[in-house]
């Protein structure tokens, strides 16, 4: 690659390389206050998919360490998102030192809430806004358990804000620092929110996961609990390495299903879910 970025975000180190400059460039602007990785456990490659598409209407291929053969390149106009969908996938199909899932985390006296359900949930938005709340923010796309604690370790990435979402925080968080505005993505509008500073400069602490929610926006306001049984099998869905760690991925699902307090609320906008949020958690 001629142009490449070294980075980590909590426990995972990245090199990112690129054909061209500009992505290296801009991913270096939004990644600016983390360290560089001692170790590189995944490697991102941005490169045209056919050695013209490098010049002519550039597009970008997800590549790495793994690779999904029917990935669709995307414009070089969206190589930061190509860049972020490739490094979600070397996590998530490489990663064994830590059971993922796919969810957000806040934390608070070094307790975690961990927020999971599916696409359009509200978990990215939900943990954005608690982090502009005095909660610091742990992560989005991925939450790591610890094998052999199940403490959550922080993996503060990039905040992958869609559509309405976008004017929403910017409106709420004032100062946020945010990425280019990409229109025309498979998920529609997209724009990458730079965690604050304070999310950075902690994501070496884990916290002790102290509530587990399952956010559903769009809805009337409802809380209910939810069972250990139907908690650890959601949980399964979220995860990608539940299958490949075997019995030490379900120890620790095991665990955190049957010993974090669960409950799933129902909310039909932000300040309504930050409400019932801050209730679960003085009734802990």
């Known amino acids: 690659m001629r142009h490449a970025l070294s980075l980590r975000v909590g426990p995972i180190g990245f090199r990112i390389g690129s054909e061209w400059s500009a992505p290296v460039a801009q991913l270096a602007s939004l990644y600016a206050g983390y360290p560089a990785a001692e170790v590189a456990e995944a490697t991102v490659r941005l490169a045209p998919?056919?050695?013209?598409?490098?010049?002519?209407?550039?597009?970008?291929?997800?590549?790495?360490?793994?690779?999904?053969?029917?990935?669709?390149?995307?414009?070089?106009?969206?190589?930061?998102?190509?860049?972020?969908?490739?490094?979600?996938?070397?996590?998530?199909?490489?990663?064994?030192r830590h059971l993922l899932l796919h969810a957000?985390?806040?934390?608070?006296?070094?307790?975690?809430?961990?927020?999971?359900?599916?696409?359009?949930?509200?978990?990215?938005t939900l943990a954005t806004l608690l982090g502009a709340r005095g909660w610091r923010f742990?992560?989005?796309?991925?939450?790591?358990?610890?094998?052999?604690t199940g403490w959550v370790h922080a993996f503060p990435r990039l905040v992958s804000l869609k559509n309405e979402a976008i004017a929403e925080v910017a409106a709420q968080v004032p100062g946020a620092r945010f990425g280019p505005l990409l229109t025309g993505t498979?998920?529609?509008?997209?724009?990458?929110?730079?965690?604050?500073?304070?999310?950075?400069?902690?994501?070496?602490?884990?916290?002790?996961?102290?509530?587990?929610?399952?956010?559903?926006?769009?809805?009337?306001?409802?809380?209910?609990?939810?069972?250990?049984?139907?908690?650890f099998v959601r949980?399964?869905?979220?995860?990608?390495?539940?299958v490949a760690l075997g019995e030490a991925g379900f120890d620790v699902l095991t665990r955190f299903a049957r010993d974090v307090p669960r409950v799933a609320i129902d909310y039909p906008d932000t300040q309504a879910a930050l409400a019932q949020v801050e209730a679960l958690w003085r009734a802990l």
């Open 104 to 124: 957000s985390a806040v934390e608070r006296d070094g307790r975690a809430i961990v927020m999971t359900g599916e696409s359009g949930a509200g978990k990215s």
């Open 186 to 231: 498979p998920k529609g509008t997209i724009r990458h929110l730079v965690p604050d500073a304070a999310a950075v400069a902690a994501m070496d602490v884990p916290a002790m996961p102290a509530l587990l929610l399952f956010p559903r926006y769009g809805a009337a306001a409802g809380v209910r609990g939810v069972g250990a049984g139907e908690a």
């Open 49 to 96: 998919p056919r050695p013209w598409r490098r010049m002519l209407r550039p597009t970008v291929a997800l590549a790495g360490d793994h690779m999904l053969p029917d990935a669709a390149p995307l414009p070089l106009a969206h190589a930061v998102l190509a860049a972020e969908m490739a490094m979600n996938l070397q996590v998530a199909l490489g990663h064994r």
């Open 235 to 242: 949980l399964t869905q979220a995860s990608t390495n539940y």
């Open 138 to 148: 742990m992560g989005d796309e991925f939450v790591l358990l610890d094998l052999a």
